[in-house]
Every structure is written in structure tokens, then in C-alpha cells.
């Protein structure tokens, strides 16, 4: 009787992030090595320097270049700025230089932070 012997080898341990929601996550990585890096900021920047961290814009859009114009007009109009930016006068989005709606509907943040979001 013949007897087939095989012999399989174990992959070989490559030491990495394996967080995919990490800045350094390394997709052939199959051994955590601890070096799993913070997640992205606002602006998607993948990196530890805060220095180049974005900011908000005066409508709370991070890195949005909303003026602070319109900001004042919007707010002295009584309105405020929804999740994109726009912003609403009793639940109506305004073009705040000619003061005319433009759609029914805004974009208001429930109390989770989520954009329409279910409360």
C-alpha cells in the first residue's frame, strides 16, 4: 500500500493593524501588532497631527466655507443651519440673500448627532 503524504504550511504571520476602522489598517496583516493608529478627522485626514485638522465653518459644516454674512443674516432672520450647510426658517431652506425658499425640507441633526436620523 502506498500512502500520499502532503504537508501544508501555515501562512506566515505578518504583523500589522488589523482595525479596519484605523488610519494605518493593513489589509495583509494577519497578527495584530498593536500599532493601530486614530480614526480619520471630520475632514477625512488620516493622520495624528492636529495641526492640519479642519475646523467648522460658521454653519457647523467641518471644513465649509460659509461666510460669516451669511451666517449673520441667517441667524438674525431667525433661522439656523442644517446638517448640509443650508439655512432653514421653520423647516424651509432659504437662499438667505434673496430671503426666498428653495425647498421644503431641511436637514436637521436628531438628538444622536445623525443627520434625519430617527431621534
Known sequence: MILFLSCTTLPEGVLGCTDSSACNFNADANEDDGSCASVPDMCGTCDNDSSNDCIQD??????????????????????????????????????????????????????????????
Open 58 to 119: 460658521c454653519a457647523g459644516i467641518f471644513g465649509g466655507n460659509t461666510q460669516q454674512s451669511t451666517c449673520e443674516n441667517c441667524i438674525s432672520n431667525s433661522g439656523e443651519f442644517d446638517c448640509s450647510g443650508n439655512c432653514c426658517i421653520n423647516d424651509l431652506i432659504y437662499d438667505i440673500d434673496s430671503l426666498l425658499s428653495t425647498s421644503t425640507s431641511c436637514s436637521i441633526e436628531d438628538r444622536c448627532g445623525i443627520c434625519n436620523g430617527d431621534g
